[in-house]
């Protein structure tokens, strides 16, 4: 087959053609800038151009892959519509790739990646195995991509955005939040409750949802401690966890600080697994850990199994990944770009850096989202000691008028903020003087962070 991907540079859309790759067929795409994840795909057999021009497309394509991303003004979507070619959604492909296997999908507005990306390393260290499609770089697999044909489980990460996930009939599924994101998607929060709600109901009636406690999904979610009562509507066997108290099946206790690394027990229906392990990661990913955890439990991981897996994750890119790790200076990378994400965020550094000084760099994405989170924005940045914002990242949208990072500046109730250039954060960092800088948002601010890195370590060599 010849697949022709618009939007191949996508984090999902790249997973996707990696593997029609590494299966042998023929895969070439476009996309609107390179970066390094295209670099990455040409390096690995992939044409790609980044001009938008029917005329680059080559012959005999079976098939075109595309992201919603895409812009219906797109010239070469246009042109591929009218010829013919069967075109699929990304999302339609990856329900088709994970029929006949059993798929752990994992929803949410936040904690998607982190918790795909440790189910598909600790089972890739069990004989129960797997593959994966997940929404970023796994430093264990330094690849959004796992094959392993001879697992019958899949893990994806289930992507809310356009109710994708509705494409997917897992046989495990995971709900890690349902905060209100994607209005522009869905108008109401009501409305993303709904396909969360929807997503839940196509779990196998033989396997397991696995849901975050306390979300506003069903009254019955209340009582979900118990373990053992039905949700009108879901025929599968329902679990809860948490990270806040012990109302839940599974739920972290005792958990400590020793050096950056985060140790903690682990409750579970069985018993108690003891110092639990998790090197050089951030507190909100500890709820994501007791997640993954009620996962591989229940498809048959052992208790060794589990604990190794924690011990040996590395991490994502771009999710609380560290640059810098010094005494004097720590430099964060986080993806974070709801107000919840951020709040998360510094939640951890504060836990793991008490009483340092924080500056943080903060790409707000999607004029959408920063005029609907505006205010939960401001609240959440005021609390930084230096904030530096850069210009708006517009992603798919066009402008709106009146909603710029400038705006949401005047919101913040700090006096010590500055609005940069990429350009400007190289230089202004070093003069802070801080102790922790963390760079957040889903942009590209991922372009300036090995710079920033370099000046912050030159700094460093020319004090010393």
């Not at 400590?256 to 027990?265: L, M």
Request: glycine share 6%.
């Amino acid at each position: 087959m010849n697949y022709y991907f618009l939007g191949i540079g996508g984090i999902g859309m790249s997973a996707i053609a990696r593997f029609f790759k590494q299966r042998g067929d023929k895969v070439c795409g476009y996309d609107r800038t390179k970066s390094p994840l295209t670099c990455d795909l040409e390096s690995e057999g992939i044409d790609i151009h980044y001009t938008d021009n029917p005329l680059l497309i080559p012959d005999n394509i079976d098939m075109v892959v595309y992201t919603p991303a895409i812009p219906q003004e797109n010239a070469e979507f246009q042109f591929l519509a009218s010829t013919g070619i069967p075109m699929k959604k990304r999302s339609q492909v990856l329900g088709e790739l994970t029929r006949g296997k059993k798929c752990i999908a994992v929803a949410g507005t936040h904690g998607k990646t982190s918790t795909s990306s440790l189910i598909a390393h600790i089972l890739s260290n069990t004989p129960i195995g797997c593959s994966a499609f997940l929404g970023g770089i796994a430093k264990n697999f330094n690849s959004n991509m796992v094959v392993n044909t001879n697992s019958e489980y899949v893990v994806v990460e289930a992507d809310e955005y356009d109710r994708s996930f509705l494409q997917l009939h897992p046989y495990c599924s995971v709900i890690t939040a349902t905060d209100a994101d994607h209005l522009d998607i869905y108008g109401t929060h009501e409305k993303v409750l709904e396909a969360f709600r929807q997503f839940a109901s196509q779990t196998d009636a033989d396997g397991t949802l696995i849901l975050k406690a306390g979300l506003p999904l069903w009254a019955e979610e209340a009582a979900i401690h118990t373990g053992a009562f039905h949700i009108q509507g879901i025929e599968a066997n329902v679990k809860g966890y948490t990270a806040q108290g012990n109302e839940a099946d599974y739920y972290p206790w005792n958990i400590r600080n020793y050096k950056g690394n985060i140790i903690f027990d682990l409750r579970t229906p069985e018993g108690v697994i003891y110092d639990l392990e998790l090197p050089n990661s951030s507190l909100y990913n500890v709820e994501n850990a007791v997640a993954a955890a009620a996962v591989v439990l229940s498809i048959g991981a052992s208790e060794q199994q589990l604990r190794h897996g924690f011990a040996t994750y590395q991490g994502v890119l771009r999710r609380f990944d560290y640059h810098i790790k010094r005494d004097d200076l720590v430099m964060i990378d986080d993806y974070a770009h709801h107000p919840q994400e951020i709040a998360a965020c510094l939640e951890s550094v504060r836990f793991l850096y008490p009483g340092k000084r924080i500056v943080g760099i903060f790409q707000p994405h999607l004029y959408s989202r920063t005029r609907d989170f505006a205010d939960e924005f401001a609240e959440i940045l005021s609390t930084l000691d230096e904030l530096i914002l850069m210009p708006i990242y517009p992603a798919r949208e066009k402008p709106i008028p009146g909603i710029t990072s400038a705006m949401l500046m005047h919101r913040i109730k700090s006096m010590s903020k500055y609005l940069c250039t990429p350009e400007q954060v190289l230089e202004l960092v070093p003069s802070l003087f801080p102790d922790v800088v963390v760079t957040m948002g889903a942009g590209d601010i991922d372009r300036i962070v090995p710079k920033l890195e370099q000046v912050l370590d030159s700094d460093h060599s020319i004090k010393q």
